[in-house]
């Protein structure tokens, strides 16, 4: 699967166009001569820590889930959604990929 990030697949997607950009950087990030952010640091963590990573927020959002506070909950699943997109990357996937399955499946 090749990944396209081109500029223009940004302004193609209307209604979210941060969530193409913000794959584009996921991807960017596992080049050897990207910059150093946090998406270079966790990639070169490496799957395992990554998946890692993606269950502590996802206990730390079905904490958040239980109690009366939902800015604390939407920042736990934004976290759990960014260690998602990086694992997705990290296999060579991307967020449609997953949403293709979901459509097929409800029809």
Do not use: C, W
Request: aromatic share 8%; no cysteine; net charge neutral.
């Amino acid at each position: 699967m090749e990944f396209n990030n081109n500029a223009s697949d940004v302004k193609k997607e209307r209604k979210f166009p941060f969530l193409k950009k913000l794959e584009i950087m996921i991807e960017d990030a596992k080049q050897e001569d990207a910059k150093k952010t946090k998406m270079k640091r966790v990639h070169k963590k490496g799957s395992s820590q990554i998946a890692k990573k993606m269950g502590e927020e996802a206990v730390e959002m079905v904490i958040a889930s239980e109690q009366d506070n939902d800015i604390n909950f939407l920042e736990e699943s934004a976290d759990v959604f960014f260690y998602y997109l990086m694992a997705l990357h990290d296999r060579g996937y991307e967020l449609k990929d997953v949403l293709e399955i979901l459509k097929k499946r409800h029809k």
